[in-house]
């Protein structure tokens, strides 16, 4: 495993780690609200690496990025940092895989780049909207919502508690001890104002989703309390040349609940496109 640090948008220090065939088409994938690319463990060291260049970013504020204040509001940041890391590895048509918050993130990079240089995208449980587009559409989990205090809060123990609650609605079944501590972990060293800066934002990406011209796959659990179905349904009206996996007795991590469909699904679009 190499790992880079690549300076985003506004210089801003990124985490990326990268595995695979040097020479195989790329995938970069881009995780969700709180997490890490650790998030992507069951991707990054399987099988997936003897055919392709796998790339994993900590989006800025997570993991072993930089966690400045302040650093969380302009899209055009955000759009530069996927820029970034695609030049500066010298990422050939990657395509982009956003995993949640990482959907509004691929948008913001379309929205400021275009997709010129990428071969497609994969949507895993994820969203196009912030802020109030995103709540009142009626797109994410009630019980995900009353949550939101909880996560904004500087006391530790609140904070705690709301992270647990939300990692096991981020899963269908139960999950192992090993498996929630190595959550658990990740999510606690994000700070509280990094999780409020990523929900200040008010976006609507639908236009933006509309002028994608390249493949599109879209990957949503059925049994998903954080991001509802009905954002899948939503962006497959936006992109009509889309492609839908509904994952049954799956919550919002499809890539980890059920790694193995997720895999092969995953080498067949890569390779289709």
């Not at 691929?106 to 780049?113: E, H, K, Q």
Request: with cysteine; net charge negative; charged share 20%.
């Amino acid at each position: 495993m190499k790992t880079h640090s690549i300076a985003g948008g506004g210089g801003l220090t990124l985490h990326v780690e990268e595995t695979g065939n040097p020479d195989g088409k790329s995938m970069l994938f881009i995780h969700g609200f709180s997490q890490c690319l650790l998030a992507w463990s069951k991707q990054m060291r399987s099988d997936l690496a003897r055919e392709f260049r796998l790339v994993a970013m900590d989006i800025r504020g997570h993991g072993l990025s930089a966690k400045p204040r302040g650093a969380y509001n302009d899209p055009e940041l955000w759009a530069q940092d996927v820029h970034a890391v695609i030049m500066t590895l010298g990422l050939n048509r990657p395509v982009l895989i956003g995993w949640s918050y990482g959907g509004v993130i691929m948008s913001d990079y379309l929205g400021t780049f275009g997709d010129e240089v990428i071969a497609g995208t994969q949507w895993v449980g994820a969203v196009s909207r912030l802020g109030e587009p995103l709540v009142q559409g009626g797109f994410l989990g009630e019980d995900f919502l009353a949550l939101m205090p909880g996560f904004f809060s500087d006391n530790a123990t609140d904070s705690a508690t709301t992270l647990q609650r939300f990692l096991r609605l981020c899963v269908h079944e139960e999950p192992s001890p090993e498996d929630l501590y190595f959550f658990l972990g990740y999510n606690t060293i994000v700070p509280p104002y990094v999780r409020e800066g990523l929900f200040a934002r008010n976006v609507d990406n639908d236009a933006v989703v509309r002028r994608t011209c390249k493949p599109v796959s879209l990957v949503y659990g059925e049994a998903d309390q954080i991001v509802s179905p009905r954002m899948c349904t939503h962006i497959e009206t936006l992109a009509p040349q889309a492609t839908v996996a509904t994952y049954p007795n799956t919550g919002h991590m499809p890539f980890w609940e059920a790694p193995e469909r997720f895999n092969r699904e995953l080498r067949e679009f890569r390779n289709r496109v």
